[in-house]
C-alpha cells in the first residue's frame, strides 16, 4: 500500500512563503495532481461549483480576507500551485472546501460526501502525557499525503503531516519551539457558519509558528474563522494540553486536559453550539467511554477499535479510512506515527520534538 512509504520533504530555510510552496509544489508535483484527478468531491462539486455565478462572491470574499490576514500564507498556497503546474484555483477549492461546501447545492449525491472523523485521546498525568490522534479522511486521500520538514526565515522550523495540495498542516504537527497540535473536525450547523471568513487551513498553518500555549491560544482567537474547529494544543515545555472548541464568530472554549482521560471525536463537547447530528462520531464517544484508558498501550488499543461495525473507531473504508496514527508523548518529547491498526504498535517514523532551548 503506498502509504506505508510516507514521502518525508526536508526543505529550507526558504527566503519566502512562495519559495516555500513552490519547492513543495515541486516535489510533489505527481501527487498533488493525482489527488485533483481521483478526489470526488474536487470534481463533482467544488470545481462545478466553482463555475457558477453564485460561487464568486464566497471565492472573492475567501481570498480577500486570507491574503490579508495571512500574506505569507497565501504566498504559498501560490506557489504550491505554480510548482506544480496547477490552478491557483483548484488549490484553493482544496484549501477552503470546509468554507466552501455548506454554500454547494444539496443533493441526494453530496450530502455526506465530505464527512471527515478523526480520533483523539488526551492525559496529562503524574505518570503520563499523552495525545493519541487517529488522522481519519476520504479514503481518496490514501497515497496522497506526506511530511513536510520546514526551516523557516531566522531559525523557526516545524514537522507537519500534510495532505497533497493543501497547507501544512489541516492534521497534525509540531515545531521547534515545543509546540504542537492535532485536530478535529466539528460539524456546525449551517447557520453557525459564517461565509468568506478565514479558513481553517490558514489557521493551524499558523500554529505551526507559535512559540508557546498563549501564542497558539492568540493565533486562534484573532482570527475570524468561517467554520467551527476543535484543537488540540500541546505544549511539551510547560507539559500541558488543552482542548480548544471555535466556532464562527469568534465563539470558543477551553478545556485543559488533565488526569482523567479526555476523548474527542467530530462533535463539540464543552462549546455550547448548534451542530449537526454525527451518529458516527456520537459511536465513537460511547464506546471509547467503555475502554481502558489506563496506558499508552490502552490509549492505542482504543484508537484501534474495530468493535462497532457500522461506526469503528479504526477505520478501513469504504468512504472514511484511518490514514495513520500520531502518538505524542511529551514526557520522552516524540513524535511517532504509526501505519496500520494502531494497537499493533507497528511504528514507522519517530521524531524527536525537543524545543531549542532559546526557543522564546
Given at each position: 500500500?503506498?502509504e506505508?512509504?510516507?514521502?518525508?520533504?526536508?526543505?529550507?530555510?526558504?527566503?519566502?512563503?512562495?519559495?516555500?510552496?513552490?519547492?513543495?509544489?515541486?516535489?510533489?508535483?505527481?501527487?498533488?495532481?493525482?489527488?485533483?484527478?481521483?478526489?470526488?468531491?474536487?470534481?463533482?462539486?467544488?470545481?462545478?461549483?466553482?463555475?457558477?455565478?453564485?460561487?464568486?462572491?464566497?471565492?472573492k470574499?475567501?481570498?480577500?480576507?486570507?491574503?490579508?490576514?495571512?500574506?505569507?500564507?497565501?504566498?504559498?498556497?501560490?506557489?504550491?500551485?505554480?510548482?506544480?503546474?496547477?490552478?491557483?484555483?483548484?488549490?484553493?477549492?482544496?484549501?477552503?472546501?470546509?468554507?466552501?461546501?455548506?454554500?454547494?447545492?444539496?443533493?441526494?449525491?453530496?450530502?455526506?460526501?465530505?464527512?471527515?472523523?478523526?480520533?483523539?485521546?488526551?492525559?496529562?498525568?503524574?505518570?503520563?502525557?499523552?495525545?493519541?490522534?487517529?488522522?481519519?479522511?476520504?479514503?481518496?486521500?490514501?497515497?496522497?499525503?506526506?511530511?513536510?520538514?520546514?526551516?523557516?526565515?531566522?531559525?523557526?522550523?516545524?514537522?507537519?503531516?500534510?495532505?497533497?495540495?493543501?497547507?501544512?498542516?489541516?492534521?497534525?504537527?509540531?515545531?521547534?519551539?515545543?509546540?504542537?497540535?492535532?485536530?478535529?473536525?466539528?460539524?456546525?450547523?449551517?447557520?453557525?457558519?459564517?461565509?468568506?471568513?478565514?479558513?481553517?487551513?490558514?489557521?493551524?498553518?499558523?500554529?505551526?509558528?507559535?512559540?508557546?500555549?498563549?501564542?497558539?491560544?492568540?493565533?486562534?482567537?484573532?482570527?475570524?474563522?468561517?467554520?467551527?474547529?476543535?484543537?488540540?494544543?500541546?505544549?511539551?515545555?510547560?507539559?500541558?494540553?488543552?482542548?480548544?472548541?471555535?466556532?464562527?464568530?469568534?465563539?470558543?472554549?477551553?478545556?485543559?486536559?488533565?488526569?482523567?482521560?479526555?476523548f474527542?471525536?467530530?462533535?463539540?463537547?464543552?462549546?455550547?453550539?448548534?451542530?449537526?447530528?454525527?451518529?458516527?462520531?456520537?459511536?465513537?464517544?460511547?464506546?471509547?467511554?467503555l475502554?481502558?484508558?489506563?496506558?499508552?498501550?490502552?490509549?492505542?488499543?482504543?484508537?484501534?477499535d474495530?468493535d462497532?461495525?457500522?461506526?469503528?473507531?479504526?477505520?478501513?473504508?469504504?468512504?472514511?479510512?484511518?490514514?495513520?496514527?500520531?502518538?505524542?508523548?511529551?514526557d520522552?518529547?516524540?513524535?511517532?506515527?504509526?501505519?496500520?491498526?494502531?494497537?499493533?504498535?507497528?511504528?514507522?517514523?519517530?521524531?524527536?520534538?525537543?524545543?531549542?532551548?532559546?526557543?522564546?
Open positions: 500500500m503506498e506505508k512509504n510516507l514521502p518525508i520533504f526536508e526543505i529550507g530555510p526558504c527566503e519566502s512563503g512562495y519559495q516555500l510552496g513552490f519547492l513543495i509544489g515541486q516535489r510533489f508535483t505527481k501527487q498533488i495532481r493525482s489527488r485533483l484527478a481521483t478526489d470526488l468531491i474536487f470534481q463533482n462539486q467544488l470545481l462545478p461549483f466553482a463555475q457558477t455565478k453564485q460561487s464568486q462572491t464566497l471565492l470574499s475567501l481570498s480577500d480576507a486570507n491574503r490579508e490576514k495571512f500574506p505569507s500564507y497565501w504566498d504559498e498556497l501560490v506557489g504550491t500551485a505554480e510548482g506544480s503546474g496547477v490552478a491557483v484555483l483548484d488549490l484553493m477549492l482544496l484549501n477552503f472546501r470546509k468554507e466552501i461546501l455548506p454554500f454547494v447545492p444539496k443533493t441526494a449525491v453530496n450530502l455526506d460526501a465530505d464527512a471527515e472523523d478523526c480520533s483523539d485521546v488526551l492525559v496529562v498525568s503524574d505518570s503520563m502525557a499523552v495525545a493519541a490522534h487517529n488522522e481519519d479522511a476520504n479514503i481518496a486521500l490514501l497515497g496522497h499525503t506526506y511530511l513536510i520538514r520546514a526551516t523557516l526565515p531566522n531559525g523557526p522550523s516545524f514537522t507537519a503531516y500534510t495532505y497533497a495540495g493543501e497547507l501544512p498542516s489541516c492534521a497534525f504537527g509540531f515545531n521547534n519551539h515545543g509546540m504542537a497540535f492535532t485536530l478535529n473536525s466539528v460539524p456546525p450547523s449551517e447557520d453557525e457558519i459564517v461565509a468568506g471568513g478565514i479558513g481553517r487551513n490558514f489557521i493551524s498553518r499558523a500554529l505551526l509558528e507559535a512559540t508557546n500555549m498563549d501564542d497558539a491560544l492568540t493565533r486562534i482567537r484573532s482570527s475570524a474563522a468561517s467554520v467551527g474547529h476543535s484543537y488540540n494544543l500541546i505544549d511539551i515545555k510547560a507539559r500541558r494540553i488543552l482542548n480548544v472548541e471555535t466556532a464562527s464568530r469568534n465563539r470558543f472554549s477551553v478545556w485543559e486536559v488533565q488526569e482523567t482521560p479526555f474527542h471525536a467530530n462533535m463539540y463537547l464543552h462549546l455550547q453550539i448548534q451542530e449537526v447530528q454525527d451518529e458516527n462520531s456520537l459511536s465513537r464517544q460511547k464506546r471509547a467511554a475502554l481502558p484508558k489506563q496506558t499508552k498501550a490502552d490509549f492505542l488499543s482504543l484508537l484501534g474495530t462497532d461495525e457500522n461506526y469503528p473507531i479504526y477505520m478501513k473504508g469504504p468512504t472514511l479510512y484511518t490514514l495513520c496514527t500520531a502518538l505524542l508523548d511529551l520522552d518529547q516524540t513524535l511517532s506515527i504509526i501505519e496500520g491498526n494502531p494497537k499493533e504498535q507497528q511504528v514507522t517514523h519517530v521524531f524527536a520534538m525537543s524545543p531549542r532551548i532559546h526557543a522564546d
